[in-house]
T-cell receptor
Framework: EAGVAQSPRYKIIEKRQSVAFWCNPISGHATLYWYQQILGQGPKLLIQFQNNGVVDDSQLPKDRFSAERLKGVDSTLKIQPAKLEDSAVYLC?????????????FGPGTRLTVT | GQNIDQPTEMTATEGAIVQINCTYQTSGFNGLFWYQQHAGEAPTFLSYNVLDGLEEKGRFSSFLSRSKGYSYLLLKELQMKDSASYLCAVDTGANNLFFGTGTRLTVIP
């Protein structure tokens, strides 16, 4: 089966600019996650969707970050305006909705550099 | 607060056995995961423990003690391709994963 797709793979922007990332989860996966991974650290959950509803966005900096999953399939994550400390890899992951579907499948990530 | 501790770096010899420890203090616990992450790549799932004890899967085994807040990942017959970061993560509820900072393992000939 096809994996989690993300685009772009790399993005370089200046601070105060805006940027958007796109994610297409594995077909049939109801749950979608966005993580931020700063160099040398583990991934940090930003937001979790179940179908098109938000399950957890407690760690999303809502003054500058937003995310949507309008039709319960693909999702976009936006940053506006970007700060230097937003430089990181943004990982999208998905998981199924069965009771034993605990495994999260990660996409290749988008490496963002803010200058 | 929530915390996961694991060694920052480890080095081991090809063919040997290595144990990567993880201790955790989290607000909730629905299971513990180990993920492997090669440099510049996405994390890939290795193991999942929800009950105490040892789970074995080929060259990789993972152990959990919930009362001690402790887990380890055991890698046997190390290969050069096992050089990667190993991430310990706790499901704090509803599949919400809290990750440690990872252990960078270097396998030397």
């Amino acid at each position: 089966e096809a994996g989690v797709a993300q685009s772009p793979r790399y993005k370089i922007i200046e601070k105060r600019q805006s940027v958007a990332f796109w994610c297409n989860p594995i077909s049939g996966h109801a749950t979608l996650y966005w993580y931020q991974q700063i160099l040398g650290q583990g991934p940090k959950l930003l937001i979790q969707f179940q179908n098109n509803g938000v399950v957890d966005d407690s760690q999303l900096p809502k003054d500058r970050f937003s995310a949507e999953r309008l039709k319960g399939v693909d999702s976009t994550l936006k940053i506006q305006p970007a700060k230097l400390e937003d430089s990181a890899v943004y990982l999208c992951a998905s998981s199924g909705q069965n009771r034993d579907s605990y495994e999260q499948y990660f996409g290749p990530g988008t490496r963002l550099t803010v200058t | 607060g929530q915390n996961i501790d694991q060694p920052t770096e480890m080095t081991a010899t090809e063919g040997a056995i290595v144990q990567i420890n993880c201790t955790y203090q989290t607000s909730g616990f629905n299971g513990l995961f180990w993920y492997q992450q090669h440099a510049g790549e996405a994390p890939t799932f290795l193991s999942y423990n929800v009950l105490d004890g040892l789970e074995e899967k080929g060259r990789f085994s993972s152990f959990l003690s919930r009362s001690k807040g402790y887990s380890y990942l055991l890698l046997k017959e190390l290969q050069m391709k096992d050089s990667a970061s190993y991430l310990c993560a706790v499901d704090t509820g509803a599949n919400n994963l809290f990750f440690g900072t990872g252990t960078r393992l270097t396998v030397i000939p």
